[in-house]
């Protein structure tokens, strides 16, 4: 039985049971307990299945896990991303990153940068880069989100509106070929269309399985994308789009192993 095979026979038995347990899949495809294993991480990671103990459930409709767990997946593409973004700033600079888990990885890359001026939504992104080489940062205010730290809603958008920085990072939650880049929640995506107006440049940080993915909101079209870095070449389709619209797309080199 070939990959593609046995993996819509696992998402037709988890469909159709409700949920699927690791040795109940491998006796029915009668293939190995860890190819299941490598094909559930690899269903997962497209938000196809869900793990909870021993088994995996159909996703959550539109869901997104909670921060510390988005924090623990795809970590190695997600710091990959997040030194080539770090690359793209200079000392001195005037930078905003939104809150998310790559934003996150962002946050921490640029440890050895001097003299930045950050602007931020996000606690953990402030925590990470206050106090530290002579950087001034500048959270937003307003009702902090208790999954991660997150301001939010009117408060925050009008805080950001008074800067004007010369890079702009953005974490999104799935990026579709129609809609473009997509939030879970309304404000984050209101918060980042005001974020972007107020950089001279955005640049969108995207691990590979966020693509061909929907989310609830659209930030904005993909024909709008000025940078775009993620872990891996993309697909036809989303290559020629952002080409079509003079997108720059820079492939993060993970670290050698």
């Known amino acids: 039985m070939d990959r593609q095979t046995r993996r819509r026979s696992i998402l ?3 469909s ?3 949920q699927a347990r690791v040795l ?3 006796t029915r495809l009668r293939v190995s307990d ?4 490598r094909d559930l991480k690899d ?6 299945v ?4 021993g088994a995996v459930i159909p996703p959550e409709p539109l869901g997104e896990p909670r921060f510390d767990r988005r924090m623990s997946q795809e970590t190695e593409a997600k710091k990959a991303i997040a030194r080539s973004a770090a690359a793209q700033v200079r000392d001195g600079d005037a930078i905003l990153l939104d809150t998310g888990s790559t934003t996150a990885y962002v946050a921490r890359a640029l440890h050895g940068h001097r003299n930045l001026l950050v602007v931020t939504n996000s606690v953990d992104i402030a925590r990470t880069l206050a106090t530290r080489n002579g950087n001034r940062v500048y959270m937003a205010g307003g009702e902090l989100r208790a999954d991660d730290g997150a301001a939010l809603g009117v408060s925050a958008t009008a805080f950001v509106q008074q800067f004007r920085v010369r890079l702009c990072f953005l974490s999104i939650g799935a990026i579709d070929l129609e809609d473009g880049p997509m939030d879970f929640h309304l404000e984050e995506a209101e918060f980042s269309r005001v974020a972007m107006r107020r950089a001279e440049r955005t640049i969108i940080v995207a691990d590979h399985t966020k693509f061909g993915r ?3 909101v659209s930030v904005c079209p993909l024909a709008s ?3 775009l870095i993620t872990d891996q070449p993309l697909r036809a389709p989303f290559q020629d789009r952002l080409r079509r619209a003079e997108a720059t797309v820079l492939i993060a080199e993970r670290a050698a192993a």
């Open 12 to 14: 037709e038995a988890v």
């Open 16 to 18: 159709q049971a409700g």
């Open 24 to 26: 109940e899949l491998a």
């Open 34 to 37: 860890e190819t299941i294993r």
């Open 43 to 48: 269903l997962e990671a497209e938000g196809l």
């Open 50 to 53: 869900q793990k909870i103990h």
């Open 214 to 216: 929907r989310a609830l």
């Open 225 to 227: 994308v000025q940078t």
